[in-house]
Nanobody
Framework: QVQLIESGGGLVQAGDFLRLSCAAS????????MAWFRRAPGKEREFVAA????????PYADSVKGRFTISRDNAKNMVYLQMSGLKLEDTAVYYC????????????????????WGQGTQVTVSS
């Protein structure tokens, strides 16, 4: 089993920045992929960003490219999402997800490829 705990959410103003963190614990593989998804009120869950084990493969949703940066610290089993230039439409519950990636695939934007999910952290952007 793997546990994921997100932190760092909060209430910020448009244009501000925020950093989310996700701590993974338990039986992780040596090649796991991490990702961030979000669910805005009344909307479907959507992909935000993902990162492969090496940190070099980092796909992003078009809506966050150039504003958000995903990173990881494998020694600490942590993944981060640095968010800048926040917009009202970034308001959502943000979830981190882990894909054990036993098949050594590239990071995916498809939520069904992820094995474990955190409880989420709320990010609210006000005007």
């Amino acid at each position: 089993q793997v546990q994921l705990i997100e932190s760092g959410g909060g209430l910020v103003q448009a244009g501000d920045f925020l950093r989310l963190s996700c701590a993974a614990s338990g039986r992780t593989s040596r090649s796991y992929i991490m990702a961030w998804f979000r669910r805005a009120p009344g909307k479907e869950r959507e992909f935000v960003a993902a990162i492969g084990w090496s940190g070099r493969n980092t796909p992003y949703a078009d809506s966050v490219k150039g504003r958000f940066t995903i990173s990881r610290d494998n020694a600490k089993n942590m993944v981060y999402l640095q968010m800048s230039g926040l917009k009202l439409e970034d308001t959502a519950v943000y979830y981190c997800a882990l894909d054990q990636n036993y098949g050594l695939s590239a990071p995916s934007a498809r939520p069904e490829t992820y094995d474990y999910w955190g409880q989420g952290t709320q990010v609210t952007v006000s005007s």
